[in-house]
């Protein structure tokens, strides 16, 4: 399978345990982003990657979240401390941006996140 | 900035009828546009997209959606209906030319297919 993966993708967590989410990206894609989206919304935009550069994060993630590409590959989402808040679904997606428009963004399947 | 509204949060159609799922948008550069369907416990699925080339675009599964830039819309439309459509879709706007660097979505609209 050559699309975007993500582990684990279901994880059920006691509040205030750590939780690391895993994304691989399709391989020639330089770009990786981060969504989380909840029950009945839309994804929200969460941070983004060009290579190993984190180039933008959303007001969304607070300093119990951290987000790193250490060598352009794959990427890891950790949350800290979680909170029974932090319960969604969390989306990773990558692209190769050309010049111009019409890049597809490519979808994993996400990664469901339940705090109890 | 850019925006994406979508009109309906819930459309609901028979078997075998014409599908309309609608989808506004507001961007301040020429946009591209994606429409991505996401059955339950999923990931999100791309149906089809508009990159400035021909206004009305085709995708995968009978879909098409059409560009009207004088009405800042990208309406969803399939002739026919089935079962399995049953599932939310995704206006997305992205903005890739300029300083806004991530896609927008609409809040999605979840269709019911109707036997």
């Known amino acids: 399978d050559t699309g975007v993966s993500q582990d684990p993708r279901h994880k059920i967590t006691k509040r205030g345990q750590n939780v690391t989410f895993r994304c691989d990206p399709i391989?020639?894609?330089?770009?990786l982003y981060w969504y989380r989206q909840t029950l009945g919304q839309g994804p929200e935009f969460l941070t983004y990657?060009?290579?190993?550069?984190?180039?933008?994060k959303s007001r969304l993630l607070s300093d119990r979240f951290s987000a790193e590409r250490p060598k352009g590959s794959f990427s890891t989402l950790e949350i800290q401390r979680t909170e029974q808040g932090d319960s969604a679904m969390y989306l990773c997606?990558?692209?190769?941006?050309?010049?111009?428009?019409?890049?597809?963004?490519?979808f994993g399947e996400g990664s469901w996140l339940t705090v109890v | 900035a850019q925006s994406v509204t979508q009109l309906d949060s819930h459309v609901s159609v028979s078997e075998g009828t014409p599908v309309l799922l609608r989808c506004n948008y507001s961007?301040?550069?020429?946009?591209?546009l994606f429409w991505y369907v996401q059955h339950p416990n999923k990931g999100l699925q791309l149906l089809l997209k508009?990159?400035?080339?021909?206004?009305l675009v085709k995708g995968i599964n009978g879909f098409e959606a059409e560009f009207k830039k004088s009405e800042t819309s990208f309406h969803l439309t399939k002739p026919s209906a089935h079962m399995s459509d049953a599932a939310e879709y995704f206006c997305?706007?992205?903005?890739?030319?300029?300083?806004?660097?991530?896609?927008?979505f609409g809040s999605g609209t979840q269709l019911t297919v109707l036997p």
């Open positions: 961007s301040s550069y020429s946009p591209s």
């Open positions: 997305v706007v992205s903005d890739l030319s300029g300083s806004a660097r991530q896609l927008t």
């Open positions: 997606a990558s692209i190769t941006p050309r010049t111009g428009y019409g890049n597809t963004i490519y």
């Open positions: 391989s020639e894609h330089n770009r």
């Open positions: 508009y990159t400035s080339a021909a206004t």
């Open positions: 990657f060009q290579n190993e550069a984190q180039l933008e």
